[in-house]
């Protein structure tokens, strides 16, 4: 009964890179790329990125062998997601607001052949060929699009875009090398297969509702986690791309306007950044609401209600390096709509349920058994299905680690909710042990963002002689505020958290953030340590 043969009738490897061959071929005149003045077709997509990897593959390139990328949201990193696998090879895409050093690191434990990179990166791109002598370096040159006479124009040309791309051998074949921002330490290269590339993009096309109408503005960097799949999302739903050199509030709020955007993915801070432009750098849009998907860390509650009352609808995604981006959405229910938007606000800033295509999310306790849906246990998120990394590249250690018991750990400290819900309380190392009382810092700050003068706000532990630690909260005002201090911060606390979750100290000023978004924590760490030295001294 169960003796059929998989055949070429019945079985093709799972692989993004089929959804460009299908969108040429299908929606050929329609708009694939916007970018400045500049309009490509899907025809013009397939080709580019066909004639990109027939000449990685005249170049040399061979199966699994990497190609490293270094640039902004613009065409070529498009055409790259699509032209690297489809000449077989490994995408490894570079963090653009990396320093020298850790860019040569980066490509040297790659072990790529070819580097890819814009103009702008031109000191990294010295270092990168410095550590690895044998690279190809391939320049690109971006002036919206007349980019002619560039090294890249130069190397399509070298290339047949009537070559087809190649297939995948194995959908387990890798596709992508992202390296995790490594706080601590060498960062780590996540490996991604084709099929968990492939699924993710359709989770991520349903999840969000992207159809053919879709305008997708590139306001989330493509090189964090492929731009959470998206490059291949919006191609397999024959959406538009509206490509974004560099986020500028006035920027986005004009090509939402122009380009009559329909959806668009940014990390908290960008929302923030958005809801505080100046009103001269908004303009109001009246094509319909915008939905604005956010993740990378916690949206405060506050951020949502105010991305809502500036006419967007908000979609909360979590997700890591290790499992291709989003992973978990937290999915509306119909009887939210009836209650007041902060109370809402309140139940999407919780990180929710596995997408359609993770097999599983659970929270599990020391002993690795479930917690109770009670909203107050604590444990660790855990994830498992087709969606997650093949491991740590030249890691095997760290990926044992990390995938024990058939479980990715995600070091992320979350509650199950009575209703199914994660919630993610804190980072594992970010908790504040305060006289033996766990304070997550998320629900901390979660109050600190609800005074009406605070615009940013992150809460970490501060060494304590007598209670070990005790939160400190460092707080960016809104633009033009400065009449608050301290004692008001804490004052405000005390009538939302129990004693010992209140701030001891508050510290005003900007937040140091990583390239994707995040709050640096551990640096904030390292600055209420020296508070603390200057108090003793
Ligand atoms: P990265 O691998 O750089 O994408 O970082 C992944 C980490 O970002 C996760 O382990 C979480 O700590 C954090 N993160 C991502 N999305 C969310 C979210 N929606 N809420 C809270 N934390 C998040």
New binding site residues.
Partial sequence: MDDFPKTEANYAPLTPVQFLRRAAAVHGRKTAIVHGELRRSYAEFGARARALASALRKAGIRRGDRVSVMLPNIPEMLEAHFGVPGAGAVLNAVNTRLDPAAVAFIVSHAESRILIVDREYEAAMRAASEARPDLIVIMVEDDAGGASGSDYERFLETGDPGEDFLDPLDEWDSIALNY??GTTGDPKG?LYHHRGACLNAFGNAMTFGLSTETSYLWTLPMF??NGWSYPWAVTAAGGTHVCLRRIEPRKVFDLIAEERVTHLCAA?VVLTMLQHAPASDRRSFVHGPVRIA??????PSAVIDGMERLGFSVT???????CF??S?VCVPQEDWADLPLSERAALMAR?GVNLVTLAEQTVLDAEDRPVPADGRTLGE?CLRGNTVMKGYFRNPKATAETLRGGKLR???LAVLHPDGYVE?KD?AKDVIITGGENVSS?EVEEILYRHPAVMEAAVVARPDPKWGETPCAFVTLKPGIENVDAAEVIAFCRGHLAGFKIPRSVVFGDLPK?S?G?IRKYVLRERARELDATAAS
């Fill in positions: 995790t921002s996540v964090h986690c908290p956010t993740g990378g860390a916690a949206p909360h995604l979590y997700g890591m390096t290790e981006g989003p978990t990180q998120l995600t070091g992320d993610i980072r998320l990583t994707t995040k």
